[in-house]
């Protein structure tokens, strides 16, 4: 069984800092992209940031890039969003998910296989 564990959230002053962590289970990690999406209250899911299971290409969305790095520690079957530079509008529950073949950012990531239950980021102004 596919296991995706998000953790990590919680709440911030802008300008602050967070890092998610996304332990995988159940799946033979480099073989997985793993990617960050987040939905904010009322709004629709968005992809932040993307890491290929195959050769650790990077992939980030314009909205944080310069600010959050995702990255992995395939010993760990973990992939970290590290969140620098907190913003209100980062604000939303952020979700990891596992896919062999996709490996998405800025869309919603509908087609990914496998999601983890999100982690709540809150950013005070």
């Known amino acids: 069984e596919v296991q995706l564990q998000a953790s990590g959230g919680g709440l911030v002053q802008a300008g602050g800092y967070l890092r998610l962590s996304c332990a995988a289970s159940?799946?033979?990690?480099?073989?997985?992209?793993i990617g960050w999406f987040r939905q904010a209250s009322g709004k629709g899911r968005e992809g932040v940031s993307c890491?290929?299971?195959?050769?650790?290409?990077?992939y980030i969305a314009d909205s944080v890039k310069g600010r959050f790095t995702i990255s992995s520690d395939n010993a760990k079957n973990t992939v970290y969003l590290q969140m620098n530079g907190l913003k209100p509008e980062d604000a939303a529950v952020y979700y990891c998910a596992a896919d062999q073949r996709w490996c998405p950012v800025g869309g919603t990531g509908y087609a990914m296989d496998h999601w983890g239950k999100g982690t709540l980021v809150t950013v005070s102004s």
């Open positions: 890491i290929s299971g195959k050769d650790g290409t990077t």
């Open positions: 159940g799946i033979t990690f480099d073989e997985y992209n």
